[in-house]
């Protein structure tokens, strides 16, 4: 199974979201009837790393009640369009412009503001969260959860959790997606009641300050030149974040103000490891205030490219984990295949680009009901991912509670996976860091089939007394460093003597997964090859119980030896660990 995500279906998914959001749907492909509903949780959850709740020895911590908060926000009364919006989401139907329950909820809610330190300039960011607070000081004011839904007019997704301290209690509500909101939300029982509905006005902006460019190479001949200008007066350092948004790599390149390079990166070429994400730092020059002018040259990577696609965007240094987050930075992933021949270039991007709690988004589609592998690799194991329902933006999936696996022996990284059947439709796949330091580290992400990753382990053949044309078997038992499937490539004997005195040249091997019997291919050679890097061979496992065997060549004792088992092995944590 590919996944396949045309730019027509991207424009759609962008236009869906800004009907949504409020936000006009500029040169949007025409909107179409969507069958890619998917099945999804009933956890409400969003893309960041969890609630962002300040509280004193426990108690949750009300910072400022949007009804006398400096915070633009604005009360408004519910047009026909906004219960439409608001209602059309529950099963229940409408009657006009109203709901005539019999024994409705009660909505007395009050909203406020949890970290008022996320606003800028007033308004709501991608970074606030909000509470629709359900109890004050013990005295109810709407439904919980176990006594009624809260239901609203935008994505269920922007409603990350419900929090209780015994005397405050509410639902965490972040509008992750920045734009112009009218925002209503009522409480609904089992019995379809609908409570009282309450509407807002506002505008959601991005949490970083920082500028963007953007632009398309057409060749690799064409060459951008942009200047920018920043303030050391204000910042110390700035940065210059790179995310390419085409299918080949480009290269930045800064120059100073005497047209001395500065620094430079770039972002691959499709590879086997395609870095999509990078920055370029700027600390302030010795001797210079104030305003400071840089010229960036943007070009292609290599020759004969097209469709170089880059977005740049620059800020003070501590915004650098804001620069690409978010919906609105999604990155097309393709559909990755185990690569068994290592001269085949495969879908796995990385990034060494900061993400923030936010997330970097990556779009991928599913074409049928088939099982999903998402793989992760990390320098530091300070990034996880989830899985958004692109339509509802609900997680489907989340790593946060997850334990990375790291092998010792095998280098550094750390591995991350999950196998989901995914039903025929569009998800989002978000990276977020989970731990604030200054270097997170680099990651990978890939979805699709396994990865893999060699390694060599060896299996000790126990002595033994022989009697000369007698064939004798040992059972041997091997287990990947992970405990997943791994699969052979090649098996070497280290013969038991010069000349191979017991053995007379020859031994067979059987792997776990097969009946057959394989024979080293002439005599005294030690390896037989099963070729797992040419596609086109059968594969045999290398885990499991395998057999190893000889006919004797003389009657004596046979003093044992080993076998250096050379294989692949799908990476991840072992399958008993929680995904």
């Given amino acids: 199974m590919k996944h396949s ?14 009907v949504f959001c409020g936000i006009p749907a500029i040169a949007a492909e025409p909107q179409q009837e969507s069958t890619d509903q998917v099945v999804s949780t009933n956890i409400p959850a969003i893309d960041k790393n969890g609630p962002s709740i300040e509280k004193d020895q426990g108690n949750i911590v009300l910072q400022e009640n949007i009804t006398s908060s400096t ?79 809260l239901e609203t007019s935008v994505y269920d997704g922007f409603v990350i959790g419900y929090e209780d301290d015994g005397s405050t209690a509410g639902y965490i509500v972040n509008f992750f997606i920045e734009g112009h909101y009218e925002f209503a939300y009522a409480f609904v029982n089992s019995n379809g009641e609908w409570s009282e509905a309450v509407g ?54 800064v120059y100073d103000e005497a047209g001395e390079k500065v620094n430079s990166a770039e972002c691959s070429d499709p590879s086997s490891s395609q870095r999509i994400r990078t920055s370029i730092d700027l600390p302030k020059p010795d001797g210079i205030t104030g305003d ?75 074409s049928g009901n088939e099982k999903e592998t998402i793989t992760m690799t990390t320098t530091y194991d300070n990034y996880r991912y989830k899985v958004l329902n692109a339509h509802t933006l609900e997680t489907i999936i989340d790593t946060k509670q997850a334990a990375a696996f790291r092998d010792p022996d095998l280098g550094r990284s750390y591995y991350l996976r999950t196998d989901r059947p995914l039903d025929k439709g569009t998800y989002i796949l978000v990276v977020y860091k ?31 007394s022989v009697v000369k044309g007698e064939t004798y078997e040992w059972d041997l038992e091997m287990a990947s460093p992970n405990g997943r499937a791994a699969y052979l490539d090649v098996v070497f004997y280290s013969a038991s003597g010069a000349g191979w005195p017991i053995e007379g040249g020859y031994y067979s091997f059987r792997p776990s997964n097969s009946n057959t019997w394989f024979r080293n291919p002439q ?11 040419d596609p086109s061979k ?21 003093k044992g030896s080993k076998l250096s088992i050379r294989y692949y092995y799908e990476i991840g944590q072992p399958e008993s660990w929680p995904q």
């Fill in 5 to 18: 995500m045309s730019a027509q279906i991207f424009s759609l998914l962008l236009a869906v979201l800004f």
């Fill in 71 to 149: 915070a633009r926000l604005e009360q408004i009364e519910l047009s026909p369009e906004l219960k439409e919006s608001l209602y059309s989401k529950s099963n229940i139907q409408t009657q006009g412009d109203s709901i005539t329950p019999r024994q409705a909820p009660i909505n007395n809610s009050d909203v406020y503001i949890i970290n008022q330190e996320s606003l800028r300039d007033g308004f709501l960011t991608t970074g606030t969260n909000l509470l629709i607070a359900t109890k004050i000081g013990g005295v109810i004011l709407a439904p919980g959860p176990d006594e009624a839904h």
């Fill in 200 to 253: 807002y006005e506002f505008d959601v902006l991005p949490q970083g300050v920082f500028e963007t460019i953007e632009g398309t190479l057409p060749d690799s001949d064409t060459v951008d030149t942009h200047e920018i200008t920043v303030d050391y007066d204000a910042s110390s350092s700035y940065t210059i974040g790179m995310l390419r948004t085409g299918t080949n790599g480009f290269v930045t390149t």
């Fill in 292 to 366: 400071y002018t840089y010229t960036v040259e943007v070009k292609a990577k290599s020759s004969g490219k097209t469709n170089i696609g880059y977005k740049l965007a620059y800020g003070s240094y501590t915004e650098k984990a804001h620069l690409f987050e978010g919906f609105f930075n999604m990155v097309y992933l393709p559909y990755y295949h185990t690569v068994r021949d290592t001269s085949k270039v495969e879908a796995e991007y990385s990034s060494s680009h900061l993400a923030s709690d936010i997330g970097d988004y990556y779009l991928f589609d599913v």
């Fill in 434 to 464: 989970v731990r604030d330091t200054a270097y997170p580290g680099i990651y990978s992400i890939a979805v699709g089939q396994p990865k893999v990753k060699f390694a060599e382990s060896k299996v000790t053949i126990s002595p033994k």
């Fill in 523 to 533: 005599t005294f050679f030690p390896e037989i090859k099963f070729n797992f890097q």
């Fill in 538 to 558: 059968a594969v045999y496992r290398a885990d499991g119980k395998f057999s190893f065997a000889f006919t004797a060549n003389k009657t004596g004792a046979y």
